[in-house]
T-cell receptor
Framework: DAGVIQSPRHEVTEMGQEVTLRCKPISGHDYLFWYRQTMMRGLELLIYFNNNVPIDDSGMPEDRFSAKMPNASFSTLKIQPSEPRDSAVYFC???????????FGPGTRLTVT | QKEVEQNSGPLSVPEGAIASLNCTYSDRGSQSFFWYRQYSGKSPELIMFIYSNGDKEDGRFTAQLNKASQYVSLLIRDSQPSDSATYLCAVNIGDNDMRFGAGTRLTVKP
């Protein structure tokens, strides 16, 4: 398997623009997670899905953030409008089941100027 | 108290020594425990997971779990410079929520 795939790998945008991050989980994994990592706050869970359904979005920082999973092989994380404080590395991870290990994608490094 | 706590380091050991990384967690109901390695600029990579009290060995790595003390550790034997990275402890909390520690930065000196 190719592992978790994320795109783009790097994104530089101006404040106020819309940003869309994409993720393809490992085939057969029922759970998909979105994380954000910064030096100050470490690795934070934003939202996770089970069988394409959002289960817990309590980590989403504010209404500017939204996530969707239209099918088992694709998910998006959207930030609209983006702000400089959103600059971070965003990881997508997938897991084969509840409480099981998670496998991370390569991440998207987002810079908002 | 943070849900998952680790010493941030840096932890420095000479090549060939045993590196010991420690982690404590707050939720007594946690059942799944994981160690990830993260090289600078890369994504976290799963090293080991452990569910039961005691030791679990995989090559040069040994994970140790003590649920009564809410403590999980990772031992790296015969440490190599290539082991230099940040090690993240992760614990499943609640239904399926994984919490990560801040990570311990390990440096193995040749």
């Amino acid at each position: 398997d190719a592992g978790v795939i994320q795109s783009p790998r790097h994104e530089v945008t101006e404040m106020g623009q819309e940003v869309t991050l994409r993720c393809k989980p490992i085939s057969g994994h029922d759970y998909l997670f979105w994380y954000r990592q910064t030096m100050m706050r470490g690795l934070e869970l934003l939202i996770y899905f089970n069988n394409n359904v959002p289960i817990d979005d309590s980590g989403m920082p504010e209404d500017r953030f939204s996530a969707k999973m239209p099918n088992a092989s694709f998910s998006t994380l959207k930030i609209q409008p983006s702000e400089p404080r959103d600059s971070a590395v965003y990881f997508c991870a997938s897991s084969p089941g509840r409480g099981y290990e998670q496998y991370f994608g390569p991440g998207t490094r987002l810079t908002v100027t | 108290q943070k849900e998952v706590e680790q010493n941030s380091g840096p932890l420095s050991v000479p090549e060939g020594a045993i590196a010991s990384l420690n982690c404590t967690y707050s939720d007594r109901g946690s059942q799944s425990f994981f160690w990830y390695r993260q090289y600078s600029g890369k994504s976290p990579e799963l090293i080991m997971f452990i569910y039961s009290n005691g030791d679990k060995e995989d090559g040069r790595f040994t994970a140790q779990l003590n649920k009564a003390s809410q403590y999980v550790s990772l031992l790296i034997r015969d440490s190599q410079p290539s082991d230099s990275a940040t090690y993240l402890c992760a614990v499943n909390i609640g239904d399926n929520d994984m919490r990560f520690g801040a990570g311990t930065r390990l440096t193995v000196k040749p």
